[in-house]
């Protein structure tokens, strides 16, 4: 059993990235752009409409407060500070998926503040803190083994360790920046070692073991709603039941 999660609503405005619609149509999960990295008001509520449209658990997808460069930039935010981003995005993503019928039942870093949470004690707990004070019972998508997975654990915040069928990988099973594999075989076969064995081959050719409850494909590559499909197809007819941890 997997859950397939893809990160969306990651337009802004006028500009509209990656297919939504159709990934929605083949993931179980939405990691949900929350206004801080990308994201705003018309595309959260038409994101989050159409995944409770289509019975697609929603999360938040959190970030640092950096729009011009899509929450990819490292900073050092102070813990007070970052808490409350954290909560104020996940509150409003919330508010706006229970306004359309559903609700948040997930919460995802995103890019260079997941980066930080993963070796970062102060900044994991500024994230942590967040999510328990508006609902300990919300799970934090994380990479297996990360800091931000301890110290959830040690706050009785529940995670789910997450993978990457389209990323390369380091030995230590950690997902490498600028690494998106655009072939759809590649990535579904990867997906399969994860889903199946909880591995991947990294890069050095040796197996990584990553024990995953969620695969994630990325919505903002042009080969993106291709290598999802066939992701989905993968795990179908090897017998691997999709459902949302959420």
Not at 23 to 37: E, M, Q, R, Y
Not at 158 to 174: F, K, N
Request: proline content about 5%; charged content about 20%; some cysteine.
């Amino acid at each position: 059993m997997i859950d397939l999660n893809a990160d969306l609503g990651a337009g802004f405005g006028i500009w509209r990235l990656g297919d939504d619609l159709a990934l929605l149509d083949v993931v179980t999960s939405a990691n949900v752009a929350c206004g801080f990295h990308a994201g705003d008001p018309v595309t959260i509520r038409r994101t989050c409409a159409a995944a409770v449209d289509r019975g697609v658990t929603i999360g938040a997808k959190v970030s640092y407060r950096d729009l011009a460069h899509f929450g990819c930039r490292e900073m050092d935010v102070e813990p007070e500070e970052l808490c409350a981003d954290v909560l104020y995005q996940l509150a409003a993503v919330d508010g706006v998926a229970r306004a359309m019928g559903g609700r948040v039942s997930y919460v995802k870093p995103h890019g260079a503040l997941h980066a930080r949470v993963c070796r970062d004690e102060a900044q994991a707990t500024a994230v942590v803190d967040a999510v328990a004070v508006y609902d300990p019972s919300l799970p934090v998508l994380t990479r297996p083994g990360s800091v931000v997975h301890k110290v959830a654990a040690a706050e009785g915040v529940p995670t789910v360790s997450e993978g990457y069928a389209d990323r390369a990988c380091t030995p230590e099973g950690s997902p490498m920046p600028d690494s998106v594999i655009d072939d759809a075989a590649a990535v579904s076969a990867r997906a399969l070692d994860l889903a199946v064995r909880g591995c991947v081959t990294a890069v050095d050719g040796s197996s990584a073991p990553v024990p995953v409850r969620s695969l994630c494909v990325h919505g903002d590559t042009p080969e993106a709603v291709r290598s999802a499909r066939a992701v989905r197809d993968a795990l179908l007819a090897a017998g691997v039941v999709l459902q949302a941890f959420g």
